[in-house]
């Protein structure tokens, strides 16, 4: 039936979809049907199934009820209709979402956890040009994790770094993306090449123009080469990213700054068509406070800028006691190189609390590891010093106040309260400024604000047409390395549409995507993998680098704690498997109407909710199954071939424990569900059909056997040896060694007993889907207290809305043929408000010419079915099928497992 509703002429099919509203009267409905986007073709899909084989994202298959896996592109059997496959997606995965740049974390975990590490580093590359750097400092969307609501965040910043160190152990580096041939003579000035300038570079280079980077220091990378101490990023490191971008066709020019000998109008007399200001924050903000002048006092930025070039601090730090005031990564970098240099105590006086750090935690932790102290809730107010020198910091006790600006409780000073440290070095780094010594020079009627330039939130333009500016220097700066890249990228296209002639601002905002929610149900704990790092004296006495990256397996089992929180993860590895061209991600969901004369409204019913009947050990035990589940290990198309086993270790049952009334005829459903106790009886005689050394026990309250076929039926089982107990029992207990089940329950006496099986049985009874009730709201139709379709007695198809009809076990519990029968029914009433129209909307089939093939020899196609154990258990299908191929005028032969089935059908087309 299935299939010749799908191949019928007049049958209009709307699969993956749903009502969203009905409107009108009997006779002239119209409806409004929203169809979800697939994110595949469907006249295009061949499914031949090449996109489920690379997908990197595995979930429970509901069609074998979680007893398998399935991709998140998937189709639910192989004789779906229509044959074509779907992607699922919950919305964008928090990790994702979270990163400013648009990095796509989920994507590159799935992919290191399926082992496709190139594919893994590719992907990231999209987004993010310097990974082995962003894998090293930026845990940004670790923050968002799901997973940190079962025990920790995945550990994304490690596996990003282990992706990009992944490239550096090949013999041949992976190549970057293709660059075209720089086949536009525009010339693109950036200034710096930090984050920011190298991304903008980056991005202009892949799109054919010649970018050129002016960068002021003799060796590039901007504040990542001197901001960042070596023990967190080496220069090695930096230099393999900036030549894999150097590789693409950028120009970099080190010790040539912007100012009085390199300004911008003589970047753009020299040709450049567009100048982007990537120029850093290389100052100090000041104390303000008395004593700041006094030697020993050492700007944050400055001290680390001559620790990684190599120079000594003009402050020797030595046997010094350091006091480093500020509580971000400049302050810690500040305090743990000044322990790598040798000083006697370092230390930390922040005016916050340790939770309101804008710090990843790893690096405090690092910090305290190292012997580091952090004194919080303390705020600088003097400075103290003899003969010039510093002697004494005073600070502040601080309390927490109101909220500020920043969404933290504000530091308010105790007054009259005081903490001093006799110290010999003080390193503020309370945050950063642009150094305008050369630079002011350079840029000419620039408009500043806070002392910072200020831009066009959506272009990144500034106040002089064709300069753009981001990254820290500007006013919408975020702080992180990630917020640079992202400025990065949406600057190469600013200067992309300002150099073609296009509108800045068009299109810029993409609508926001909903964020994937955690996932529902029982999450097991996976701790995180131990990150690898030195131990800390071997730490504290050099700046080698301190983490290692994970191993090939460590990364794996990283990866595998990812929830896939938002199911398909984007990676786009289906779009490259597709020859048909059919998957695209782009698609979205479509609404349709539809005038109609009259509506069935047929939903089915769901198996009753389990999860607060504990007693039965559902969901706990691997042994315990549902029916359904029960029928889809029977069947020849489940999860293990019709092969009779236990879920979790393949055992084959011999006891099997078959369980009625399992959600129904009780406190929450104290209807009968009807077919319960047949179908158990059913389960049980093809169980010992399949294995007939199988021992079956069924415990029932009632057998509902009415009429003479169900009694005939119920005396067959136990003709079979199918044991029949009279109870409902009390628990379910499971033997650890053997995961075997001990059911208690009370025999007719009332006298408590207990018997082992292998294997227990739910049978469930039925409720109303859960989405009924909204659906049911939409048609304008009630429904009784247990959320069935409320009917008339007398008039058991009819809905209380005019025109709608509904049958089947929306509107109580029944089994199949009571069902037909129903439909049978609705339909010839449905008809009714149809008559006027009869024959106006169909059309005829056409067929294909006839051909004469007489005098042609016969050709014979034989398609061996197996049907399940049906014949594939009394048959060698195979040899039959091999057989046929040697007959006489056999030009096809092969087997199936559904010879009635579509794809047959297709093959015979073909």
Same mark, same amino acid.
């Given at each position: ?32 049907? !929203? ?45 779906? /209709? ?10 964008? @995965? ?25 594919? *893994? ?81 980056? +991005? ?20 990542? !080469? ?43 007399? %020299? ?9 850093? /924050? ?5 104390? !303000? ?66 939770? %309101? ?9 690092? *910090? ?60 503020? #780094? ?38 753009? #500016? ?40 993409? @609508? ?42 460590? *990364? ?190 009370? +025999? ?91 024959? /106006? ?12 093939? !007489? ?23 195979? @040899? ?22 579509? +794809? /047959? ?6």
């Amino acid at each position: 039936k299935l299939v010749d509703c799908a191949r019928h002429n007049n049958i209009e099919l709307f699969t993956y979809s749903s009502v969203e509203a009905v409107s009108g009267e009997p006779g002239n409905f119209k409806v409004q049907v !929203r169809c979800k986007s697939r994110y595949v073709d469907e006249a295009k899909c061949t499914g031949c199934g090449e996109c489920e084989k690379v997908c990197p994202v595995e979930r429970l298959n509901e069609f074998d009820r979680n007893l398998s896996a399935r991709k998140a592109i998937y189709r639910p059997f192989p004789q779906a /209709t229509p044959n074509v496959f779907t992607i699922e997606k919950r919305g964008l @995965s928090p990790c994702t979402d979270a990163c400013p740049a648009g990095c796509n974390a989920h994507g590159y975990v799935a992919l290191i956890r399926n082992r496709k590490f190139k594919e *893994a580093l590719e992907l990231i590359r999209e987004t993010i040009p310097l990974p082995a750097i962003c894998g090293r400092v930026c845990g940004f969307c670790e923050e968002e994790c799901n997973r940190a609501n079962v025990e920790e965040a995945i550990r994304i910043r490690a596996l990003k770094r282990f992706a990009a160190d992944y490239e550096m152990t090949l013999q041949e580096p992976i190549e970057p993306p293709a660059v075209p041939a720089a086949d536009r003579k525009e010339k693109v000035a950036i200034i710096g090449s930090g984050p920011a300038g190298l991304t903008a570079a980056y +991005d202009l280079a892949k799109q054919g123009y010649q970018p050129v980077i002016f960068e002021a220091m003799a060796t590039t990378g901007g504040m990542l !080469r001197v901001g960042i101490p070596g023990y967190r990023l080496p220069d090695d490191i930096l230099d393999f990213e900036v030549d894999v971008i150097k590789k693409t066709g950028v120009e970099i020019r080190t010790n040539t700054p912007l100012g009085p000998d390199l300004t911008i109008d003589d970047l753009l007399n %020299q040709g450049f068509k567009a100048i982007f200001l990537a120029v850093g /924050t290389h100052t100090n903000r000041l104390l !303000r406070i008395e004593g700041e002048e006094l030697e020993g006092v050492l700007s944050g930025v400055a001290f680390l800028r001559d620790v990684n070039s190599g120079k000594m601090p003009k402050t020797p730090i030595k046997d010094k006691v350091v006091a480093v005031i500020g509580g971000g990564n400049t302050a810690v970098d500040a305090v743990r190189s000044a322990l790598r240099l040798g000083a006697k105590e370092a230390f930390i006086v922040y005016r916050r609390t340790k939770e %309101q750090m804008p710090l990843n935690p790893e690096e405090r932790e690092a *910090a305290e590891e190292e012997g580091i102290k952090i004194h919080y809730l303390l705020a600088p107010i003097k400075i103290n010093g003899q003969d010039g020198k510093v002697t004494e910091l005073v600070c502040n006790q601080m309390t927490l106040g109101e909220v500020d600006r920043s969404g933290r409780r504000r530091p308010v000073p105790i007054e009259g309260k005081t903490t001093s440290f006799p110290v010999d070095v003080i390193i503020p #780094a309370l945050g950063q400024g642009v150094d305008y010594t050369l630079f002011e020079a350079g840029v000419g009627d620039l408009a500043l604000k806070w002392d910072l330039i200020d831009v066009d939130p959506v272009t990144l333009q500034t106040n002089i047409p064709g300069v753009f #500016a981001g990254g820290d220097a500007t006013t919408i700066s975020g702080g992180y390395v990630v917020h640079a890249i992202a400025h990065g990228h949406e600057v190469a296209i600013s200067i992309d549409r300002y150099i073609r002639g296009d509108d800045l601002a068009s299109n810029r905002k993409a @609508s926001p995507r909903q964020v994937a929610a955690m996932p529902e149900g029982f999450i097991s704990q996976k701790p995180p993998q131990p990150l690898p790092l030195l131990g800390v004296p071997e730490r504290t006495t050099s700046f080698k680098e301190v983490e290692a990256a994970l191993s090939e397996d460590e *990364a794996v089992k990283e990866a595998s704690r990812c929830l896939d929180c938002g199911v398909c993860c984007e990676c786009l590895q289906c779009v490259a498997a597709c020859e048909a061209k059919a998957v695209n991600h782009d698609l979205t969901d479509t609404v349709e109407e539809l005038h109609v004369g009259s509506i069935l409204f047929i939903p089915g019913c769901s198996l009753s909710d389990l999860s607060n009947r504990y007693q039965y050990g559902y969901a706990k035990f691997p042994s315990v199954v549902t029916s359904l589940q029960f029928e889809r290990i029977l069947s020849a198309s489940g999860p293990f071939g019709g092969h009779i086993q236990r879920p979790a270790d393949g055992k084959e049952p011999k006891r099997l424990a078959f369980i009625q009334c399992v959600g129904s005829r009780d406190e929450e459903h104290d209807y009968c569900s009807s077919v319960c106790c047949m179908y158990a009886l059913k389960e049980a005689i093809i169980a010992k059909e399949h294995d007939p050394d199988i021992h079956c026990d069924i415990f029932y309250m009632d057998i509902r056997a009415h009429g003479k076929g169900f009694d005939a039926y119920y005396d067959r089982a136990k003709e079979l040896g199918i044991n029949f107990t009279r109870c409902r029992p009390v628990k379910v207990e499971e033997l650890k060694d053997s995961k075997d089940l001990r059911i208690g329950y009370l +025999d007719d006496d009332g006298v408590y007993k207990t018997k082992e099986f292998d294997m227990a049985v739910l049978s469930v009874g039925f409720q109303p889907p859960a989405e009924t009730k909204t659906m049911a709201e939409k048609l304008g139709i009630s429904t009784d207290a247990y959320g069935f379709a409320a009917t008339n007695p007398f008039d058991p198809i009819a809905s209380s809305r005019e025109g709608i009809y509904v049958c089947g076990p929306f509107s109580e519990p029944k089994d199949i043929p009571e069902t037909v029968m129903e439909a049978s029914s609705a339909s010839s009433q449905a008809m009714v408000y149809l008559a006027d129209a009869r024959g /106006t909307e169909v059309s005829e089939p056409e067929l294909p010419p006839e051909k004469d093939v !007489r005098g042609e020899p016969p050709r014979i196609g034989v398609f061996v079915c197996h049907c399940g154990k049906n014949i594939g258990g009394y048959v060698d299908v195979p @040899s039959v099928a091999e057989y046929a191929k040697t007959l006489p005028h056999v030009v096809y032969a092969d087997e199936n497992l559904y010879t009635c089935s579509s +794809d /047959t059908q297709e093959i015979l087309k073909a």
